[in-house]
């Protein structure tokens, strides 16, 4: 089955300063990679995510990047601000089941 | 609200008891998903469903565990005999779509404590 790895496991940035989290995934046959943030005691919420037919999707401040060859995503937040800091999950999807697939989460602190 | 709910919300039980949630997807959902996720881990599938078609389960998803669609809107998952290991915050996820990218939007969580 896929298997999804973060790194790394915590992240702590100044204000202002951008943020790079990676992911790897194993199953080359994944096709969707969503990117959720989780504050504490709160839902997962979708911040971005990529298809695996475009290599670079932005939003604002978000960027997700995919390599399909090395079989890694990266997501890129630029100008943090505090209320970045939260819990971000990197997933992948493979198949027809909708299966997702998640990391275990990186914690981002931004230091105002 | 329209977004994806749960009830409830916080769960508390004694061993061996057996516990029902309940999840509401966002209006016209067709698939409805369960995970589980426990403190520090990421959200892990257990079981989906296309309408009221349960498509897939987990190899977690023991045999005390069974998941219900009745009528392809509002989902239970009942877990019966609970166990200490049972612990954690259980999350419903809805999407519509007919492929296999579909975005998936998840719900507030039922958090079980079982003592």
């Known amino acids: 089955g896929e298997n999804v790895e973060q790194h790394p496991s915590t992240l702590s940035v100044q204000e202002g300063d951008s943020a790079v989290i990676k992911c790897t995934y194993s199953?080359?046959?994944?096709?969707?990679f969503p990117w959720y943030k989780q504050e504490l005691g709160k839902r997962p919420q979708l911040i971005i995510d990529?298809?695996?037919?475009?290599g670079e999707k932005k939003d604002q401040r978000i960027a997700v990047t995919l390599n399909k060859t090395a079989k890694h995503f990266s997501l890129h937040i630029t100008e943090t601000q505090p209320e970045d800091s939260a819990v971000y999950f990197c997933?992948?999807?493979?198949?027809?089941?909708?299966?997702?697939?998640f990391g275990k989460g990186i914690t981002l602190s931004v230091r105002p | 609200d329209t977004g994806v709910s749960q009830d409830p919300r916080h769960k508390i039980t004694k061993r061996g008891q057996n516990v029902t949630f309940r999840c509401d997807p966002i209006?016209?959902?067709?698939?409805l998903y369960w995970y589980r996720q426990t403190l520090g881990q990421g959200p892990e599938f257990l079981t989906y469903?296309?309408?009221?078609?349960?498509l897939e389960k987990s190899r977690l998803l023991s045999d005390r565990f069974s998941a219900e669609r009745p009528k392809g809107s509002f989902s239970t998952l009942e877990i019966q005999r609970t166990e200490q290991g049972d612990s954690a915050m259980y999350l419903c996820?809805?999407?519509w779509g007919q492929g296999a990218w579909d975005t998936q939007y998840f719900g507030p969580g039922t958090r079980l404590t079982v003592l």
């Open positions: 209006s016209e959902h067709n698939r």
């Open positions: 199953d080359s046959a994944s096709n969707y």
């Open positions: 990529i298809r695996s037919n475009v």
């Open positions: 996820a809805s999407s």
């Open positions: 469903f296309q309408n009221e078609a349960q």
């Open positions: 997933a992948a999807l493979s198949g027809a089941n909708s299966k997702l697939t």
